[in-house]
């Protein structure tokens, strides 16, 4: 077999693993040596999604109420005070929408060396997983450590993965597959975090923790603004979790506020093809900023064309 052939064909079992139930097949075209894709079971659907801080509205009914006139599909909760106080109220809100709670983001950090605080930090989510599932959320989404695990005080990243897929990380998925959720790995930029970073490596410790629990209660998300500077390209990252990817989180490229305020930077149209490709159907959530002088209202308008725009070319 020549070189080229292997590589190609090494390619091809990579997409077929990470894809699993996408059902992904190849066959190597005459002449080009590219590989040809049947498409996913399902295809993939673009949900787009806001924080609850960015939208519009006084209360409840008028944040849903704002999603469901300006083409949005989903909605991403706060985590701690809001999903324990204010999640009946959102469960009753949502009956007879055609919108879904997508996930839960906020604070996490399982790097402590005091098992202690490790353990105080597990038993501050389990609440909030319970919440989500009766949500039928996807997940809530932790990041495993922030800042720098050299000091004192800190596991080191090698004992935090560990700890994590074993211990704190493994009980709170196996909490999440009881009531119907899971726990999002989120990966970061190198400055705010040396420990997890891309979407592969999150993948790895999502199916590491579920190997253990025997079940989908460890998911994985990509960030563009994170994976812009992580990853080699949008497209292989998504790719590379497959089935496992269950969040994402959008922004401008350049300065992290609404997606096109920074132009012709913010092309997502590589990562729409990798989501195309592992037949994605969770949200996409805006994470980012509003100009100081922008019209917040009329930029998430003209987010949501720009988006479903760039997805129809993919």
Known sequence: MKRREFLTASAVAGVAAVCGTQRATAQVAAGDGMPKLTP?????????????????GGDINQKLDFLEANGYNAVETPTGGFLLNDGEKLHAAMNGRKLFVATAC???????????????EVKNFLPQLEVLGMLKSPGLIICPARGNLSEEGWLSGKELRKDFVENTGR??????????????????????????RQVSDGAVMARDINKQIGGAGATVMGDFWHMALEEHNFFGA?????????????????????????GDADNYVDGFKGLKLIGYRGAVSLEGGVPKDGNKEQLLANMVKLLRDQWAMA
């Open 106 to 120: 906020g604070g996490s950090n399982f790097a402590y060396a005091s098992q202690e605080k490790r353990d105080n």
């Open 171 to 196: 009980r709170m998925a196996e909490h999440a597959l009881k009531h119907g959720t899971s726990i999002v790995l989120e990966p970061l930029r190198r400055n705010e975090t040396p420990f997890l």
């Open 40 to 56: 996913p079971e399902k295809p993939a659907v673009l949900n787009l999604c806001l924080q609850w801080g960015m939208i519009p």
């Open 238 to 262: 998504f790719v590379s979790a497959g089935k496992l990817l269950s969040h994402v989180h959008i922004a401008s490229l350049k300065g992290r506020q609404i997606p096109g305020v920074d």
